[in-house]
């Protein structure tokens, strides 16, 4: 490792200067400096290899890491750390309606507890940035029209397979996730599925990657992009979660390559 | 979504509406309105699905769902959910006994660190509320019986299987688990079972549900009552969790269901 | 279970008296009594059969199980009582450069979020005690000596497993991980191998353990260490984690005996 000579360099300019060329620091959020105090190799990895190099790499744009990185955090319930990369996705230009919606879309496949902790940060972050709700994506909105067939044929199979365990599961999977959620204008579907699965990965749910990283792939999310979304949560949700997803997207990539 | 028509309504009134009646709002706890700041839907989906329809539905008391919640939330160390639900569970009729009791079984089940936070936010609810210690279970409590017979089975049976691996863990599983913890009379063995499930579900240990809900319905827990759990933690724990549950539920209950 | 008639005993000062003959508190760290006004049982339990008998039992060295607590607690991402394990296990003799380290190494197996949270909690505790950066580990350190002929073939196997899944957690594996982190000097590979086994048990990852659980015992750590690491983190990983261990445990154990 080689320190670069800028010893007030922070955590967010680091970013901001690598991606939105902007000279400011977050409010709230420590410095580079602080995590040297702690560890001053931790300090140079998150600047030289982390923020430095992995945020920088092809296949998966500033933007879409982002989403992928908040996904981990709130799934995981690290409020620490969420509120760097709440600012760092606003410059990489995630909308704050997505921001949001994205929040929205982990009460119900991370928790509502992960959801409401990270709105509280979310919320003073907001503020700082005088962003209002008119900016946000209203509980009302008009749903993107559905595929009628292929959710029956979803609902069917589960309760085929379900049916009976308990019947209140596969009735809100029905109308509040298929029917209504992912339906919800805010986020695109490619999105959402960017979230759910980065959010399965961060919490080692490994054995529904399968389903939805296949989902992923089908609402437009390229093998390159799922590829590299691999190597970049191995540095946010660990290496051991990696490596229990590389089987399960070596199958879902030889079944989508054969399609 | 319908948003009700009533922007100064919050989270913890929304409960105390529709269970308990009370008008007041918990200390410390934030409003519906901040959460909507940060999420207009999030906050929407709390009041008319979650608090307004979930928690209403039959087959398992607001009681047990305030137990399951509480234990949900401290396995997966979310003091920030907590402070709110712990206050809801008094409200719901939970004792505070229980509560305090809740924790202590999890320091086993789910690890000291998660217990330890806990006892800081339970610790300023009872303050604010003036519970004393002389309405907590003692460190020293006459124990209920036990069945000798079943337990004596339960600890051979795994002393075949695993020992010579690491018998302080044997050891401690009779003396500290189910010779001392699962006999104190501070919480029924139902509502221990209903504990170590919920806690199990959230934090996907899903290997160790098995064991876990076929002994919780020997002590009582109804299938009507374990499916709904099920449909309850789905909100809490996140789908993916209760996805994964499923094709266990399935055999507990269909094990039930011939004995 | 007997109460220790010391009403005024922290939580601080029964391992202190326990392990160190130290008779102060530490900053920030409530005390046991504080417990006891949300558990008294909780507290009793901490001080009777948590510090008062698992941390004194023989075949793991106290300094060894501050090791696997604090990687326990980081992969948890449980700062509360990282705040009291990290001011303990200096009072049990590990360094201020090898608890540093282990965060470092915690990035990576268990994630940037947990790894920056942590160091939070080390530079205030390290302030507090005067520990300055000149007792850190550098970011730039002499590595240990490479093994070429095990990391070729570690990195051949991984290749032609997962070889085109996603070649950046390959390339990271080797890079950054093997030829760089393992090496850096500031950790022993057997105290390296003791965080990373105990992150992998109290984060539930049991299909990675039979690898770095191996790696550790070749690495020096041995059965009856392995095995008594168990037994301690059955404490602050919860009993699931560790029932689901056992099996995993004693498959290792097994090979290594007919090595």
Redesign the interface.
């Known amino acids: ?3 670069i000579a800028a010893p007030l360099l922070t955590a967010a300019i680091a970013g901001a200067l690598a991606f939105s060329a902007q000279a400011e620091t977050y409010p709230g959020v ?1 410095a580079l400096e ?13 600047e030289t ?2 923020l430095g190099e ?1 945020w920088k ?1 092809a296949d998966l744009s500033p933007r879409d890491r982002s989403i992928a990185t908040i996904a ?2 709130v ?8 509120r760097f990369q709440v600012n760092f996705a606003l410059d990489n230009g995630v909308k704050p309606s997505e921001i ?2 994205i ?2 879309h ?15 940060v ?2 003073e972050v ?2 700082e940035r005088s962003i209002g ?1 008119d900016q ?6 008009e749903l993107l029209p559905l595929d009628e067939a292929t959710e029956n044929a979803r609902a069917n199979r589960v309760d085929e397979v ?1 049916g009976g ?5 596969l ?3 029905t109308e ?2 298929f029917r ?1 959620l992912w339906l ?1 204008p ?1 986020l695109a579907p490619r999105d959402r599925s960017l979230v759910t699965v980065s ?2 990965i ?4 490994i ?2 990657v399968s389903f939805h990283l296949g989902k992923a792939m089908d609402n437009g999310l390229t093998k390159p992009e799922a ?2 979304l ?3 949560l ?11 997803t ?2 399960v ?2 199958k879902v ?1 030889e079944a989508k390559a054969s399609q």
């Open positions: 490792m080689k320190r420590p602080e995590l040297g105090s702690a560890s001053p190799a931790l300090a140079d990895y998150t290899l982390v992995v790499r981990a955090l799934a995981r319930n690290q409020t620490g750390e969420l949001s919606e929040i929205t982990l009460a119900f496949y991370a928790g509502w507890g992960n959801a409401t902790s990270a709105a509280a979310l919320s907001f503020k709700e946000l994506p209203p509980a009302d909105a379900y365990i308990a019947d209140g599961v009735k809100y999977t509040a996730l209504d919800r805010a959010a399965l961060a919490t080692g749910k054995e529904q590829s590299e691999l190597t970049h191995a540095f946010y949700a660990g290496w051991p979660n990696i490596f229990s590389l089987p997207a070596e990539f």
